[in-house]
């Protein structure tokens, strides 16, 4: 299997109330984990495009599912479609989705790597399901250990109401806006250099910006954003075609969950001892190198790299210094391959 992937049409597996999509692409090596990359918010298999063909080259199996809530894969089958389904997206069920994956594919071991939502998820799956994690990658997402309080409550403590993780409890309020307009809302995440020019800007909306008031930003025009479009239009197409199918209500339901998930992880240990890796974005304003600080506390194995002058968006920003990270960490850890052997 090469690593050419065509991304309008994936392959189905029906897992336990899920009909998932997943992209392949590469050789299965009897001694090496397969691969399986974790997309965020708002973000779709897609956004793993330019990283698949390196990590093929260098002889890895990968896999590349579009998660629950997004894309072909869509909601969950038993989702009723009001607030009673929003438990349906919480951690337990994410990452039972990634090793029911496993089981689908007869894959015994992941290296599981994740970005923003994505690595948020892969930082708990050794809490979940140990046995079938090789490795872990977070792109530009900490391992993030239990707070000593509900998260919703400290985050409205410190950003207020109008911060969108807060803004996104709301059941019905951010979707309905989301879905009013697609393209203009994935415009307004899917820009580079957007936080940062803001400071440089126009200061009567700096608040909104630095605060992360999505909601608030979204409703203005977007003449007046900061920063610049990230994608080209052939790409930002994918995007909006894959949150037309499905709106954005299975993806903030993610966001619903964090008091849920906060209650239940409770008797988790805050350790991980699997080989991971951690590359942090520097002009992440979501998810600042800063928050990694620290980790090698709670993740005894650990590698850390920083990569210069790029956003959240890394895969699309700075994939040729992403891929080439995440090789040469893979090669050490998980042995190099001749190419007449991958």
Known sequence: MNAQINWNEPNYLDLPNLRM???????????????????????????????????????????????????????????PGDASGVELYDMTHLCGDLVHLLDALDIEQAIFVGHDWGGLITWQLPFFHAERVAGLVGVNTPFIPRLSMDPIAALRAVKGDDFYICAFQDYGVAEAQLDADIGHSLRGFYRKGGFIDAKRGDASNLREWENFELLKILQRDESAWPGALLLSDEEFAIYEAGFARTGFRGAINWYRNFTRNWEKSVDFEQKISVPSLMICAENDAALPPAMADGMDKYVADLETYLIEDCGHWTQSEKPEVLSGLMVDWLERRFGEITKDKA
């Open 21 to 79: 999509a997943v992209f392949e692409a590469g050789t299965r090596v009897a001694d090496r984990p397969s691969l399986v990359l974790c997309h965020g918010f708002p973000e779709l298999a897609y956004s793993w495009r330019h990283i698949v063909g390196p990590l093929v080259e260098a002889g890895f199996h990968v896999v590349v599912p579009e998660q629950r809530g997004f894309g072909f894969t869509g909601n969950a089958l038993n989702d």
